[in-house]
C-alpha cells in the first residue's frame, strides 16, 4: 500500500504511489488529523508532488487534474453566462456609451470585461491582440467577443492536461512590465476579474432606478433550481 517510513532528522515521511495511499499509511501511523502532522513535522507524499509550502517543516500535497479542470470549466461556464446576462440587460436597455469616465459607464465596462478576456487569451496564444483595454464596443459587440473567447477558454482548459494548465506564460503588461504566470493562474484570474466589474455594472444600473441582473457564481450553479 505504501512505502516504508523514512527517518530525517526533521521530518518523518510517509509516501505512497498517490495521496490517498499516503493518508493511509499516516492513519496506520496513528495520524490521523493535520494537526497532528503540523506539531510532529510529517510529510505526507502522494506520487505526483510539486508543491511545497511552509517553513521549518513542510506540508507536501497532490492536486487532482480532473478536480482542478472542472472547476475551472465551472468558473469559465459561470463567466460566459454572467456576461451575457449583463449584455442583454443593456441591449434590451438600450445603453449606449456615456461621457461619464469608463468606472461609471455600464457599456464601456462590459467592453472591458469582453477586451481583457481576449487580452489574456492573445497573452496565452503568443498573438497580438486586436482590442485595445479600453475597447468602443457595444454592448452586442462586446458579448459577441466574450462568447468567443469563453468558447476558446474552455477548450484550452478541456483539452490541456495538468501540463497544459501549470504551463508558464511570459508576457508583458499594459504598464510595460514583464511577468510570468501559469495558464490555470490566469484562466483564474480572468473570471474574477469580470467578476469584479459586473458588480461595478451592478452598482450603476441600480443607482440609475434599473434592476441588475444577479450574476453571483452560486446562482449559477443553481441555476437549474430556480422556477
Same mark, same amino acid.
Given at each position: 500500500?505504501?512505502?516504508?517510513? #523514512?527517518?530525517?532528522?526533521?521530518?518523518?515521511?510517509?509516501?505512497?504511489?498517490?495521496?490517498?495511499? @499516503? =493518508?493511509?499509511?499516516?492513519?496506520? *501511523?496513528?495520524?490521523?488529523?493535520?494537526?497532528?502532522?503540523?506539531?510532529?513535522?510529517?510529510?505526507?507524499?502522494?506520487?505526483?508532488?510539486?508543491? &511545497?509550502?511552509?517553513?521549518?517543516?513542510?506540508?507536501?500535497? *497532490?492536486?487532482?487534474?480532473?478536480?482542478?479542470?472542472?472547476?475551472?470549466?465551472?468558473?469559465?461556464?459561470?463567466? #460566459? %453566462?454572467?456576461?451575457?446576462?449583463?449584455?442583454?440587460?443593456?441591449?434590451?436597455?438600450?445603453?449606449? #456609451? =456615456?461621457? &461619464?469616465?469608463?468606472?461609471?459607464?455600464?457599456?464601456?465596462? /462590459?467592453?472591458?470585461?469582453?477586451?481583457?478576456?481576449?487580452? %489574456?487569451? @492573445?497573452?496565452?496564444?503568443?498573438?497580438?491582440?486586436?482590442?485595445? $483595454? %479600453?475597447?468602443? /464596443?457595444?454592448?452586442?459587440?462586446?458579448?459577441?467577443?466574450?462568447?468567443?473567447? @469563453?468558447? +476558446?477558454?474552455?477548450?484550452?482548459?478541456? #483539452?490541456?492536461?495538468?501540463?497544459?494548465?501549470?504551463?508558464?506564460? !511570459?508576457?508583458?503588461? !499594459? @504598464?510595460?512590465?514583464?511577468?510570468?504566470? =501559469?495558464?490555470?493562474?490566469?484562466?483564474?484570474? $480572468?473570471?474574477?476579474?469580470?467578476?469584479?466589474?459586473?458588480? +461595478?455594472?451592478?452598482?450603476?444600473?441600480?443607482? =440609475?432606478?434599473?434592476?441588475?441582473?444577479?450574476?453571483?457564481?452560486? &446562482?449559477?450553479?443553481?441555476?437549474?433550481?430556480?422556477?
Amino acid at each position: 500500500m505504501h512505502d516504508a517510513l #523514512r527517518q530525517d532528522a526533521d521530518v518523518r515521511i510517509l509516501v505512497g504511489r498517490d495521496l490517498r495511499a @499516503a =493518508s493511509h499509511a499516516a492513519r496506520e *501511523q496513528g495520524e490521523d488529523r493535520a494537526r497532528n502532522f503540523l506539531e510532529r513535522r510529517i510529510i505526507v507524499a502522494g506520487g505526483d508532488v510539486h508543491r &511545497q509550502t511552509m517553513r521549518g517543516f513542510f506540508c507536501l500535497c *497532490q492536486t487532482e487534474p480532473t478536480a482542478m479542470t472542472d472547476s475551472l470549466l465551472d468558473m469559465i461556464a459561470h463567466m #460566459r %453566462w454572467a456576461d451575457t446576462l449583463v449584455a442583454d440587460t443593456l441591449i434590451a436597455g438600450k445603453a449606449r #456609451r =456615456s461621457r &461619464q469616465p469608463p468606472s461609471e459607464d455600464p457599456v464601456a465596462l /462590459l467592453a472591458h470585461i469582453a477586451a481583457a478576456e481576449h487580452l %489574456w487569451y @492573445a497573452r496565452i496564444a503568443g498573438v497580438t491582440p486586436i482590442h485595445a $483595454v %479600453w475597447p468602443d /464596443l457595444s454592448p452586442s459587440e462586446a458579448r459577441d467577443v466574450a462568447t468567443a473567447h @469563453a468558447d +476558446q477558454f474552455t477548450q484550452l482548459v478541456a #483539452r490541456g492536461g495538468e501540463s497544459g494548465l501549470t504551463r508558464i506564460v !511570459s508576457y508583458r503588461n !499594459s @504598464a510595460g512590465r514583464d511577468f510570468q504566470n =501559469s495558464v490555470r493562474d490566469i484562466v483564474t484570474h $480572468v473570471t474574477l476579474h469580470g467578476s469584479y466589474h459586473r458588480g +461595478q455594472i451592478a452598482r450603476i444600473i441600480r443607482a =440609475s432606478g434599473g434592476d441588475p441582473p444577479y450574476t453571483d457564481y452560486i &446562482q449559477f450553479m443553481r441555476r437549474d433550481q430556480i422556477t
